[in-house]
């Protein structure tokens, strides 16, 4: 079966510091990949997705970038961060072709102080 | 364009009642639809999906959703609340086929379960 693992499950950063969040797939291949932001009391927006290694698309212009090295592994990061950068982060991952649902991973609660 | 309205932001059932969550959806044609559920600080997990098969859907847990195109509803029900339902449901439509299948989400329903 298919498992979606993020880390660091929290993480606190100070304002100006670097990121770098993980995301790996296992028990399939060629997926889809995304990553969103939940803001407290709030939905899920949509940040970046790929399609494939190498390929990113940016759904809102933020701080943030994305890459994908390797065909299940997904990197959220950030050069310096910002104080509006805090929030729950979620990567989610679906198979291709038609209406595939997408399981998403445990999250990563990022508070920047 | 596609979006969905949550109807209620809070809903308060109490244990062994019957939950109703309502989701409406807009979209210009045939939709994908989904239910996810959020318990705190985890991710979503996907309750059940409609995909224009049977109009009845049944989830996982004893949810079940009823897809109504002259009502463009898909409400969420469950006849029977028990206490690890409490949590946050968020109704989704698929913006698109194809390649990606990126989704919009409501705004989510915070569900309390009484004892």
């Known amino acids: 079966s298919q498992t979606i693992h993020q880390w660091p499950a929290t993480l606190v950063q100070p304002v100006g510091s670097p990121l770098s969040l993980e995301c790996t797939v296992e028990?399939?291949?060629?997926?889809?990949l995304y990553w969103y932001r939940q803001a407290a009391g709030r939905g899920l927006q949509l940040l970046f997705y790929?399609?494939?290694?190498?390929?990113i698309s940016s759904e809102v212009p933020q701080n943030l970038s994305a890459s994908r090295p390797q065909d299940r592994q997904f990197i959220l990061s950030s050069k310096k961060l910002l104080l509006s950068d805090s929030g729950f982060y979620l990567c989610a991952w679906n198979a291709k072709g038609g209406y595939q649902p997408q399981h998403f991973g445990d999250g990563t609660r990022l508070s920047i102080l | 364009a596609q979006s969905v309205t949550q109807l209620d932001s809070h809903v308060s059932v109490s244990e062994g009642t019957p939950v109703l969550l309502r989701c409406n959806y807009s979209s210009s044609y045939s939709p994908s639809l989904f239910w996810y559920v959020q318990h705190p600080n985890k991710g979503l997990q996907l309750l059940l999906k409609y995909t224009s098969a049977a109009t009845l859907v049944k989830g996982i847990n004893g949810f079940e959703a009823e897809f109504k195109k002259s009502e463009t509803s898909f409400h969420l029900t469950k006849p029977s609340a028990h206490m690890s339902d409490a949590a946050e449901y968020f109704c989704v439509v698929s913006r698109n086929g194809g390649a990606t299948n990126k989704l919009i989400f409501g705004t989510g329903t915070l569900l309390a379960v009484q004892p």
């Open positions: 028990g399939t291949s060629n997926p889809n």
């Open positions: 790929s399609v494939g290694i190498g390929q």
